[in-house]
Each structure stands twice: as structure tokens, then as C-alpha cells.
């Protein structure tokens, strides 16, 4: 089923977008806004949000700056107006849909916006009214491939997230260059260990998912 194919492309899909995917994220932002940025907020809805739960972490110990994760309607009508206390804080808003058409995460772009932090969407459509709300744009766009949970599209966002942490670490010089190229390495080598999961696991599937018919 589409879920399965889903499934079982994850590693070519981490092979063949890992390195253009990292060189987008490099030239989106230049040195001066990442490192006058002084907190960031990641939102998003669904699996957008999971995404940015997932990356959370990584942005805590690796760039070393507050970061708060929440779903976008709370993102708009609470974490937001609360920031507009402290404005001019230069304050960075990524808010994630894979469409680009979610209408939360679009109302909290514009929100940001009106509040003058600085707005990144994070989308697999460049030319959706998220692209078009925001300052900048990451273009996660990935090949064609069959209607399904978004098993692929929420792998694309999740290393998008991952990739960007690092890239303001570096920058930061919160991880030396030879850290975060490691850590890239090991991003990048995770196709050969979901690879391997699958070959090990499939038979087990195979003979559970018999039984359970």
C-alpha cells in the first residue's frame, strides 16, 4: 500500500535531498540575522507540529538560545501577543506546513510579522500563502509520490529542522565546524540504519500482519 512504499523509500529519500536540502538551508540565512537572533519560536499543525517537538532539543543544546514549540493557534492568540511585551526582541518565528496552506500556521506568520520578529516558513510549496506571508522560505519540496500519512513529508521536515539547528550552531560558534559536519554525517548515515531496521523487521511484520488478518 502507499504507506508501505512510503515506508520503504525513507532511505533513498534522506540519500537524494540530505545535501541540496542542507545547501538551501546554508544560503537562507546570512551570519548577521542568526546571530542577532535571540530566541525562536517553532509552530506548525499535525505532523508540522510533532516535527518541530522532535527538533526541540536539538535547538536547546546545540544553538544554546530559548526556543518554544507550540501548535499554531495557541502560537497566534497567546505565545505571540505575550512576546509583544518585549518587542524589539529579535525574535525568530518558523512556522512548518508541508502545503503551505494551513490557515493557523498562516495566521501566525502574519501575526509575527505584524509584531516585527523575523518569519521563516518551512513548506514543500514555495508558492503557497505561507512562502508568501513569510520573510524567508525553505523549500522542502520532495519528488511526486502517492497520497498517504505523511511518513515522507514528515521526514523531510524533521531534517530540515535538524539541519537548521545546526546551521545556526556553527554559526553561533556553539559547535565547532568539525562537530556539526559530524552530526551531518550522522543525519545523513540514518538511511543506512532505517535500511537496515526495515530488512530486519519486515519478516516479523510480514508474519504478524498474516496473523492478525
Known sequence: NNMTEQIMSLPDLI??????????????????????????????CGDSYF?????????????????????????????????????????MVIGISVSGGVSRTI???????????????????????LAKAANKIIDCSIPPYKHAPGVL???????????VAIHFAEVREQLTRQEADRIRADLKGTADLIEATIARNLPAIKELSAALK
Not at 107 to 125: F, K, M, P, S, Y
Open 107 to 129: 495566521e501566525a506568520i502574519n501575526i509575527a510579522n505584524e509584531l516585527g520578529a523575523r518569519t521563516v516558513a518551512l513548506t514543500g510549496n514555495s508558492t503557497s500563502k
Open 51 to 91: 516535527a518541530a517537538l522532535a527538533s526541540k532539543l536539538a535547538f536547546k543544546n546545540w544553538v544554546k538560545l530559548p526556543v518554544e514549540v507550540a501548535s499554531s493557534l495557541p502560537v497566534a492568540r497567546y505565545e505571540l501577543p505575550a512576546e509583544s511585551i518585549e518587542i524589539p526582541l529579535n525574535l
Open 153 to 163: 513529508s514528515y521526514q523531510i521536515s524533521l531534517l530540515a529542522l535538524y539541519l
Open 15 to 44: 540519500r537524494n535531498e540530505f545535501d541540496n536540502l542542507d545547501k538551501k538551508i546554508r544560503n537562507a540565512f546570512d551570519f548577521e540575522e542568526i546571530l542577532s537572533t535571540k530566541k525562536i519560536i517553532i509552530t506548525g
